[in-house]
């Protein structure tokens, strides 16, 4: 059993390794440009292969973890949800199927049991400030998901807006986890300092998409 689950470690800290690189090429490559959308497949597969094995290693005898489950999740949700949100073109797709509505739903379900989580650890005197950080990111995310669902028809940038949210989400998880894992300085502030400086970026895209559209 150990000699299997350190063969999937190793495999999950290749794949997240993976999704660190193509990850930052695909930020910096010009946005729908060949590199930038050759990186992000390679991304999303990398990250998605990385949350799967995080999810059965975290449940393991000896490894159980419940935050490193969630956060497992977590991911495996924006790299859904962020390669689901392309497909919401008004021209070929008219509105949200079932998929959608059970990707965004489950994640939202999810959100809400780790803030409840995070509270109650709080009530307790224990650590659980991460676990209302993330459970409120992804809660603001499944809700901006079903404000998308409906709107997508008539805000042309909505898509590009979530999808840009959610890969960019998967990203900072690839990070924090190199940071902790790999550079092994599991402090707070590298817990929270990607998803600032994430949310600062998809801030300023967000904006800027919003200012092309407006130059039209």
Same mark, same amino acid.
Not at 7 to 15: G, K, N, T, V
Not at 48 to 52: F, M, Q, R, V
Not at 90 to 95: A, E, G, L, Y
Not at 166 to 170: D, E, L, Q, T, V
């Given at each position: 059993?150990?000699q299997?689950?350190k063969?999937?470690?190793?495999?999950?800290?290749?794949?997240g390794?993976?999704g660190l690189?193509?990850g930052?090429?695909?930020?910096?490559?010009?946005?729908?440009?060949?590199?930038?959308?050759?990186?992000?497949?390679?991304?999303s597969?990398a990250m998605?292969?990385?949350?799967?094995i995080?999810?059965?290693?975290?449940?393991?005898?000896?490894? $159980?973890?419940?935050f490193?489950?969630?956060? *497992?999740? +977590?991911? %495996?949700? @924006?790299?859904l949800?962020?390669? =689901?949100?392309?497909?919401f073109k008004?021209?070929?797709?008219?509105?949200a199927?079932?998929?959608?509505?059970?990707?965004?739903?489950?994640?939202?379900?999810?959100?809400?049991?780790?803030?409840?989580?995070?509270?109650?650890?709080i009530?307790?005197k224990? $650590?659980?400030?991460?676990?209302?950080?993330f *459970?409120? +990111?992804? %809660?603001? @995310?499944t809700?901006?998901?079903f =404000?998308?669902?409906r709107?997508?028809?008539e805000?042309k940038d909505?898509?590009?807006r979530?999808?840009?949210g959610?890969?960019?989400?998967?990203l900072?998880?690839s990070?924090?986890a190199?940071m902790?894992?790999g550079l092994?300085?599991?402090?707070?502030?590298?817990?929270?300092?990607?998803?600032?400086? *994430?949310?600062?970026?998809?801030?300023?895209?967000?904006r800027?998409l919003?200012?092309?559209?407006?130059?039209?």
């Open positions: 059993m150990e299997t689950i063969i999937l470690i190793y495999i999950h800290a290749f794949c390794g993976l690189v193509t930052i090429v695909s930020v910096w490559a010009r946005k729908g440009g060949l590199p930038h959308r050759k990186a992000g497949k390679v991304f597969y998605g292969a990385s949350s799967l995080s999810l059965f290693v975290s449940r393991m005898p000896g490894h $159980e973890n419940l490193l489950f969630l956060i *497992g999740v +977590f991911t %495996l949700y @924006m790299v949800a962020g390669n =689901r949100a392309l497909t008004s021209k070929v797709k008219v509105k199927d079932l998929l959608d509505y059970l990707i965004s739903g489950t994640m939202l379900v999810i959100s809400v049991i780790m803030i409840g989580l995070g509270l109650w650890a009530i307790q224990s $650590e659980g400030i991460l676990y209302i950080f *459970g409120g +990111f992804g %809660l603001l @995310m809700l901006n998901d =404000r998308m669902f709107t997508f028809a805000n909505a898509r590009l979530s999808h840009l959610r890969m960019i989400g998967a900072i998880a990070t924090t190199f902790i894992a092994n300085i599991p402090t707070l502030f590298i817990w929270i300092m990607p998803s600032i400086l *994430g949310t600062i970026y998809i801030i300023y895209w967000s800027k919003k200012a092309e559209r407006s130059a039209v």
